[in-house]
């Protein structure tokens, strides 16, 4: 490996940081896209630079930007996100039918074995995949017309699809998280979902322990145990041994079991980071203390990440899609805050330093070792 | 010849400094600039009106002659003074915050 790159979205562009492998200097280019909403950016896994970009604002809708030399130069590809057939309504906040409408796109899942193939998960909540480098998408209609559908609701930012996860061991399965929806599975290569929310227990929605509607932040595999997922929901932080057949609690002894992003040790199958945060209406670490978590068995038992990382008056938030994980040994973690801090950790969350402190609020952090 | 003054962030994404000029055979309206526009510059598809149903953004509007022209019907002669090239039409990102 010659080095790390972190691609980093915000709410006014984008932000490239390159280092080598001793993760001590970082070059920082950017802003890229500047002034845009860069909700993500994301390498293909098999062509790291190959990236891919979604750009958006509330003026001029969106955009995908595909890169070939690792951010360097960008080109715009297709942003027709058509949903298939009559789109149909889902809940809206107050629980009256709302017609499904393209927001943005929330996520970029490049394909673990074609750089041309892409999966963007959207707002309102639906599946794209592009198969030819981003210039036209088509939706997977069958997430979006599961049974549930009418009854999804969107969370406080939106219904958004926001997670997808492809299963290293089986091409025909996909993983998705939607708040406020929940976790779907498809295991026929996206024609055909099913919800996969068994033991999710939710408090915000009539009946706490429903099939559907529950407020999942972001779930998190190890490619080596493709079965065992690890979810950070509205509250509560989640495992599955079978693949989200079944779900238990393993917050132990966290100070808040609320949060947003969640990641996986990348050696350690069962070493696992969250980022607590107080509440749902306080959207900043307890007492005031930015403190990662980490559990060397896979949940229960939490230890506090505090070195380096501010222990007063911190009141930054981490979003779901704002932490990542290199390929390094030990493996360095990494996340960004609302407050435009990107902090990383070269010893697997030992220590901690800030790589810059002022960037736009961050919403997106995405790590890729580089050849 | 009509003059067209895109936004700034619209204009990064077309690589264009300054106005851009466009020839428009037959009638002068938002449809037909918004066509040679979008023809001339496929990024722009999209980040003006909606790629399929073709309805203006709701925070981009259209001005000239200092006139708010968004909401006249897409297919309405626009004013002389734009199909003659005095005036420009403006594609307008509305102050909306952000």
């Known amino acids: ?371 | 010849m009509i003059r067209v003054i895109l936004p700034t962030h619209l204009r990064t994404l077309a690589h264009v400094d300054g106005e851009v000029h466009l020839d428009i055979e037959g009638q002068v309206t938002q449809h037909s600039i918004l066509n040679a526009l979008e023809a001339r510059y496929p990024m722009l598809r999209g980040t003006i009106r909606d790629p399929v149903t073709h309805q203006r953004r709701a925070f981009v509007r259209f001005f000239a002659c200092a006139q708010d022209l968004s909401h006249e019907s897409p297919d309405a002669p626009l004013l002389d003074a734009v199909a003659t090239g005095a005036e420009p039409f403006l594609v307008v990102g509305a102050m909306a915050g952000g």
């Open chain 1, 1 to 371: 490996m010659s080095g790390v790159r972190i691609l980093v979205g915000t709410r006014k562009g984008a932000f490239v940081l390159t280092s080598d492998t001793t993760r001590q200097r970082w070059d920082i280019s950017g802003p890229h896209f500047a002034g845009w909403e860069i909700y993500h950016l994301k390498g293909s896994p098999i062509e790291p630079n190959r990236l891919y970009v979604s750009q958006s604002t509330g003026w001029f809708g969106q955009l995908i930007q595909r890169s070939d030399n690792g951010g360097e130069t960008w080109e715009p590809v297709g942003n027709q996100f058509v949903y298939e057939g009559v789109p149909g309504t889902h809940q809206w906040y107050d629980g009256t039918p709302h017609p499904w409408e393209f927001a943005r796109v929330w996520h970029l899942e490049p394909s673990l074995t074609d750089p041309d193939t892409v999966y963007a998960g959207v707002e309102d909540a639906a599946l794209f995949r592009s198969r030819d480098g981003g210039k036209t998408w088509q939706e997977f209609p069958g997430l979006r017309e599961h049974g549930s559908g009418p009854f999804w609701q969107p969370g406080a930012g939106g219904m958004c699809l926001h997670t997808i996860i492809l299963d290293p061991a089986d091409p025909e399965r996909l993983f998705v998280a939607i708040s406020a929806a929940g976790v779907f599975r498809t295991d026929d290569a996206g024609m055909t979902w099913r919800p996969m929310n068994h033991g999710l227990r939710s408090e915000g929605i009539p009946d706490p322990h429903a099939e559907v509607g529950h407020c999942v932040h972001r779930l998190a595999m190890h490619p080596s145990r493709p079965d065992v997922l690890f979810m950070q929901k509205h509250w509560d932080v989640m495992r599955s041994d079978n693949a989200g057949e079944s779900w238990h609690e393993v917050s132990g002894n966290l100070p808040s079991d609320f949060g947003f992003p969640i990641d996986v040790h990348a050696h350690e199958p069962d070493t696992i980071y969250v980022i607590p945060i107080k509440s749902d209406s306080e959207h900043y670490p307890p007492d005031g203390k930015l403190r990662v978590y980490r559990s060397r068995t896979g949940g229960h038992e939490w230890e506090a990440l505090t070195k380096g990382l501010p222990q007063r008056n911190c009141y930054v938030n981490v979003l779901r899609d704002a932490m990542g994980i290199d390929a390094l040994d030990p493996c360095g973690v990494y996340f960004g805050t609302t407050g435009g801090q990107i902090y990383a950790s070269a010893n697997a969350g030992d220590s901690w330093a800030p790589i810059v402190r002022d960037l736009p609020a961050v919403l997106s952090v995405e790590v890729q070792m580089l050849p």
